[in-house]
Structure formats: C-alpha cells, structure tokens
C-alpha cells in the first residue's frame, strides 16, 4: 500500500506556531490534505507529550489516531531537536528530526535530555548543547531502532549542510553514528535533483515534509513510501526510510523558498550563484556578509552535474498550494476569506488537496471551480508558471500568468 506521509511539524508550544496547532486541528487539516500519516511534532514538550499521551490511541505498534477517530490521519511519534555548539573552531547549530517508536522510548529519551541539561518546557523545538553526533549516541543508546533525519539540510543558518552554521558531509557531522543516517529532509528551498548532485547522499532516502507551523501548511511537502504490509507499524516507516521505499515525493517549487538565492534582504541585494560565483558574497550596498543560498551551497558541494532524474531514484512533482492558485485565481490575498471560502468548498466537492492538485482531470476541476482554475492547476502541472527566487528569508513569489498583478501577501503567511 502507499502511505502520504508528512513528518515535521510543530505543535502550539513551539515558538512562531499557530495556536491552532492542535492535535483535532492537525487530524482535520490532514484529511483535507490528504494525508494518511503525519507527526505528532515536539514529543520532548512536556505538556504537548502530555495530550499527545491522551489524545492518542495506538493503532499499531508505534503508529496512533486521534482519539477513536479512525478516518485518518494515523500519527507517529516525530520532532525536531536544535543542536547549538561549538566543533572546529566554529558555532554549529543542527536541527534533526527524531522519530521513536514508542512513548516508552520518548520518556527515556526526554530523561536522557534533561540529565545532559536540557530545559525542555522552553520550547516545542528544544535546544540542546549536545553535538549532533552527541545526540545520536544518546538516541540509538537508547532504542537503536529511533531515526535521526537532519531536518531541511541547506538552510543557512540551522542545518547539516547550512552555509552559516554547517558541514561539508554528513560524517563530519555525526562522526561514527553517519551510517545510521538513512535519510535527510530537502528543506522547502530544495528539491530531489539538487540534492542527488551530492554524492554521499546516495543510498540514502531524500525526504520532503513541510515544518508547517500552521495548519494550512500542512503538507505543503510529502513523500508518499511504499508499504509491503496491510497494517501500518513504525517498523514499516522506518524499513521504508532505510530501504528507500519511497513512490514519489511532493514538493514546493524551491524557488519559492526564503533561502534559495544568495542575497540581503535589508538592501534588497540578490544573486543567483552565477552571479555569486563572480561577485563573491559580500553586499555591494552595504559591506556586510550575504547570506548564502541554497542553490549556491549546493554548487559548492556538488560531485555532479544537474540531471532532471537518476536511475534508482524516485520521482518527485513540484506544486503550488491550492490556496496560493486561488489567491491569483481570485485576484485576492492568499489569507483572504474568499480564498477560505473557496478552498472548503472545492474540498468537499471534489476531494483532497492533493487529488485535486495531482489527480483530478481538468474537465472535472473546470465544471466544480471555473476554467481559470482548471487551466491554473494544469499551467502549475505542467511547470508553466514563473517564480521570483526567494532569498534571505523572504519567500519566493509564485505568479501562473506574470503579467498578472500579484495579490497582496498578508502578515500570516510568516507563520511558515
């Protein structure tokens, strides 16, 4: 069977989350995505691990649904650790994902936590003085069949391979535990292809979810594994992510990530890496350093040239989210009550997010929500559209028709 799996997200008690973040809320924006697994998000949380432990029910070993609510989604114990230290003369900070398989293991691990001095009612996303590879051998020391992901590796400031604060490989990082990394997160402002230009990441699995810190966000990236057993167990996600199991993957165009092109944003400077590469990472405004992107770290650490897909690999589809669509659709902003408005009522007429983005014929879109709307969906299917790269936190703009004034882009939408 096939499973749409999101597993980075975060619950109300991390900073810059939506108060909605919720475990009913998480379950119903799931369905509407069409999301079969999702994270539970920030087990270390005392009291987010508190109504986890109440509000789900086991319904296979390692995998939980809302209450008796066994429409879907399933949930899995998953969250995001910051490692923040100081290796080689220079300040790392480190995000990963820890998947366990159990609340037994989460209680032992948070234990483990709080002895090395972490204060983990602090925040849903816990910062620890823990290396990486310090935090691997606290993990595996204690039920060896946890994952470690490193979360959303090329974003500057806070990952594996960020160019502010990261490594050149995955075993500088984690010294002797790199073998039992199976698998990274792309992050928002990379996709599948720029990552398999990196040698070392072969025969591992390249994952895509969405950090969302609000509910809409949701599933804005998934990876859709595939599954050999009728009845889902973390057993199965974990053989799925060391095996690379994985049918497709579901992502955000990268370019329309905060961290794609090289640039400074208070000077409005931004570079692509050709122009990086000749102009050196320096702002021509103001003297100050430039904050590296994506596409230029890439370039830097890069074993092989761009290929739009490798044997061996599974496929990927780039997408836009239906709200943004309706938001040039309409003309209106993407926060806007008529975009909600549209967005329920496409929903319930004609299924998922992601069937009507992925799946649903045209002739069926266009007779529920307007030709508009169909030939959007088709032009974002087919890779028609032109997008503005994002750059040093500020999120790339998305336009189906360019010489189409762009809606206005509301304050909520900072909330990832």
């Not at 399933?74 to 003369?89: D, P, R, V």
């Not at 040698?199 to 810190?213: T, V, W």
């Not at 905060?258 to 208070?266: A, E, F, I, L, V």
């Not at 703009?397 to 004034?405: A, E, F, L, M, N």
Request: charged share 25%; net charge positive; hydrophobic share 40%.
């Amino acid at each position: 069977m096939q499973i749409v799996a999101d597993l980075h997200l975060h619950s109300r008690y991390s900073r810059a989350v939506s108060p909605l973040m919720t475990i009913s809320e998480i379950a119903r924006w799931a369905r509407k995505k069409g999301l079969d697994l999702v994270a539970s998000g920030d087990w270390t949380h005392p009291l987010w691990l508190r109504e986890l432990k109440a509000g789900l029910t086991e319904a296979g070993e390692g995998i939980f649904t809302s209450g008796d609510d066994f429409r879907g989604p399933k949930f899995i114990l998953s969250t995001e650790i910051a490692s923040i230290y100081s290796q080689g003369g220079k300040t790392r900070r480190i995000h990963n994902l820890v998947l366990a398989p159990s609340f037994g293991v989460v209680e032992k691990i948070n234990l483990a936590l709080r002895k090395r001095g972490a204060n983990l009612m602090a925040d849903g996303r816990p910062i620890i003085g823990l290396s990486a590879r310090d935090l691997a051998e606290l993990i595996f020391s204690i039920d060896k069949n946890c994952l470690i992901i490193p979360a959303h590796i090329w974003t500057p400031w806070y990952s594996l391979y960020g160019s502010k604060s990261g490594f050149d490989s995955i075993k500088e990082c984690f010294g002797e535990f790199s073998d039992h990394i199976y698998g990274i997160e792309t992050g928002l402002s990379s996709d599948p292809a720029m990552n398999w230009r990196v040698a070392e990441l072969d025969g591992r699995s390249i994952l895509s979810f969405s950090d969302a810190h609000s509910p809409a966000k949701l599933g804005r990236e998934m990876t859709i594994f595939k599954i050999d057993t009728p009845r889902l167990e973390y057993a199965d996600i974990r053989k799925a992510i060391r095996e690379q199991q994985i049918k497709l993957t579901v992502e955000f165009y990268p370019e329309e990530g905060k961290y794609h092109y090289t640039g400074h944003r208070k000077c409005a400077v931004v570079q692509s890496p050709l122009q990086t590469k000749k102009l050196g990472t320096t702002c021509p405004v103001c003297g100050r350093p430039l904050t590296v992107g994506v596409m230029h770290r890439v370039e830097q650490l890069a074993n092989r040239p761009f290929a739009i897909n490798r044997s061996g690999r599974p496929n990927f589809v780039k997408l836009v989210p239906l709200a943004e669509i309706l938001s040039e659709v309409l003309s209106v902003g993407v926060s806007s009550q008529k975009v909600i408005n549209e967005y329920e009522r496409l929903i319930k007429s004609l299924g998922s997010e992601l069937a009507i983005l992925l799946r649903i014929k045209p002739e069926l879109i266009s007779r529920v929500g307007g030709k508009k709307l169909a030939e959007a969906i088709s032009k974002v299917r087919q890779g028609k559209i032109v997008v503005t790269p994002g750059f040093d936190g500020v999120f790339g703009i998305v336009k189906i028709w360019p010489d189409q004034g762009q809606p206005p882009r509301p304050s909520q939408e900072s909330l990832f």
